[in-house]
């Protein structure tokens, strides 16, 4: 029935709808990688986790979810993004529901690493669908601007969500509400999305370069997200992230002789590409990491609810989502993507910075309620423009596979910045301790460390914007610039520009 429907939509309504699809998809990932941390304290009582072991149940989501990004979304390029994509749902939701009805630890892990793979498969194909749908820079933009605020507050509604949830019914239902959704996302997305039979397997699938890239991300995410609990400069950090980047290298070697390549070398050409996933790698370092840590701050000095937490996080969440009803697109289609970076960097240093002037005693008026304020008015004007800069080198055949380049910098830099601020909060912490300062203070002073080197993070990305973004001449693409779903404009020019 609903293939019926679908079939009597105009096409550009049901690109819309499309874009609703895959947003509710997004959705999810994002929402699951915060609703399960307000539900720990819970989840270890009942199945009787000790401290160690509780990890792996963020921990497992987060190693699938990073490591098979770069080869799903390739794989997106090669048979279709839409069979890549329904597979991912189809497994997310089907994992979920065993994540829901886990009555034991090895159960619960396990599906978590599904679930992670399955959350990986179908959004490392969500920009590539997003830039191939919306060809037009106007529309682009105002797509990007919906993808933006499911991206950056899912998050926070995945704390209010955890939190009424766990206190409301029982902690399985956090993983039991994903099940409709992603019914529903599954059965709109057979009938709402294009078919597309993707550029062929070719000669073969890069199976040994799918092997080696899945494998060394998979190092380096596990090394990263448990150096925190073996130190940085720890054998079994740096064995297990050297292993990584040996394999990164190798990766590179075997990819530059084949044919065939599951990663093309020629998409790193796309120097729009790589900047801006380096700057929103390290964005996500300062601001994703600074938003757990500011979490920690409400419960563990403020003496926050879960409940509260979440609702604290709200402002952020309304600003991202006003700037994304087509107040970002329309500035972008004034000024082109470039110019709204800078001031949106320095926004979400400048809110950072007063998150680390709030005491034991900080009232939520308006020190916290105006730091969450611009963080949002930061991350909603500057990372659409930046996801449309990454993408807008990138040709359509290679689309899938610069759509999981963009999230594994996301994915890599969130991971290192959790580990990192958690760290330098902890030793910081103990030092003041060590000195003689009280357990709250010293607590306090290793979160407000954290955000400063949040910020600090941020503003290095601000200082290489206007380097790392500028755009190759259309000339050095062996592609019409209309082919890859751009139109070029004169840079004099401030009005409606693709890349």
């Not at 819970?42 to 072991?53: E, G, T, V, Y």
């Not at 064995?239 to 530059?256: D, I, K, M, T, Y």
Request: aromatic share 8%.
């Amino acid at each position: 029935m609903i293939t019926v429907l679908a079939s009597k939509l105009t096409a550009d309504r049901r690109r819309w709808l499309a874009l609703v699809v895959v947003c509710l998809a997004q959705g999810m990932n994002v929402l699951d990688s915060t609703i399960v941390n307000v539900a720990l304290p819970k989840i270890q009582h009942d199945l009787h986790f000790s401290q160690a072991s509780l990890a792996w149940v963020i921990d497992a989501y987060l190693i699938t979810f990073g490591s098979f990004l770069l080869m799903a979304g390739r794989l997106g390029d090669l048979v279709g993004r839409k069979r890549v994509f329904l597979a991912g749902i189809a497994l997310f939701t089907l994992s979920s529901a065993v994540c829901g009805i886990s009555q034991d630890q090895t159960m619960l892990i396990a599906a978590r690493f599904v679930q992670g793979l399955g959350g990986a498969v179908s959004s490392s194909v969500i920009v590539a669908i997003i830039v191939t749908e919306f060809r037009r820079p106007a529309e682009r933009a105002t797509a990007m601007s919906a993808f933006t605020f499911v991206a950056v507050g899912g998050g926070s509604i995945g704390l209010l969500a955890g939190g009424a949830i766990t206190q409301s019914i029982n902690w399985h239902w956090i993983f039991f509400i994903n099940v409709p959704i992603g019914i529903i996302t599954l059965l709109l997305g057979v009938a709402l999305l294009d078919r597309d039979e993707g550029i062929g397997i070719g000669k073969g699938v890069d199976i040994l370069g799918s092997i080696l890239i899945t494998g060394a991300l998979m190092l380096i995410v596990y090394a990263i997200v448990k150096a925190t609990d073996f130190g940085w400069g720890s054998a079994h950090t740096l064995g297990f992230g050297g292993a990584g980047v040996g394999l990164v290298g190798a990766f590179l070697v075997l990819e530059s002789r084949l044919h065939n390549p599951i990663m093309p070398l020629r998409i790193l050409r796309a120097r729009t590409l790589v900047g801006s996933s380096v700057i929103r790698a390290l964005m996500a370092s300062g601001m994703f990491a600074a938003f757990f840590i500011g979490a920690l701050y409400l419960e563990h000095v403020l003496g926050y609810s879960a409940l509260r937490t979440g609702l604290a996080f709200l402002p952020m969440t309304i600003t991202v989502g006003g700037l994304s009803l087509g107040v970002t697109a329309r500035i972008v289609r004034r000024f082109g993507p470039r110019r709204p970076i800078a001031p949106g960097l320095v926004t979400m240093i400048a809110g950072l910075l007063l998150l680390s002037q709030q005491g034991a005693h900080a009232s939520y008026f308006p020190g916290l309620f105006f730091a969450f304020v611009l963080l949002g008015l930061g991350a909603g004007t500057s990372f659409m423009p930046l996801l449309t800069i990454a993408m807008s080198e990138v040709p359509p055949r290679d689309a899938g596979l610069g759509s999981g380049i963009v999230n594994v910098s996301m994915q890599i830099g969130a991971a290192i910045g959790l580990a990192a601020l958690a760290s330098i909060a902890t030793e910081h912490t103990r030092t003041l301790v060590a000195h003689g300062q009280s357990a709250t203070s010293a607590l306090i002073g290793g979160y407000h460390l954290a955000f400063i080197v949040g910020a600090a993070c941020i503003a290095v990305g601000a200082l290489l914007a206007p380097f790392a973004l500028r755009s190759r001449l259309p000339a050095e693409s062996s592609e019409r610039p209309e082919a890859a779903g751009r139109v070029v404009e004169p840079e004099s020019q401030p009005a409606t520009q693709a890349a």
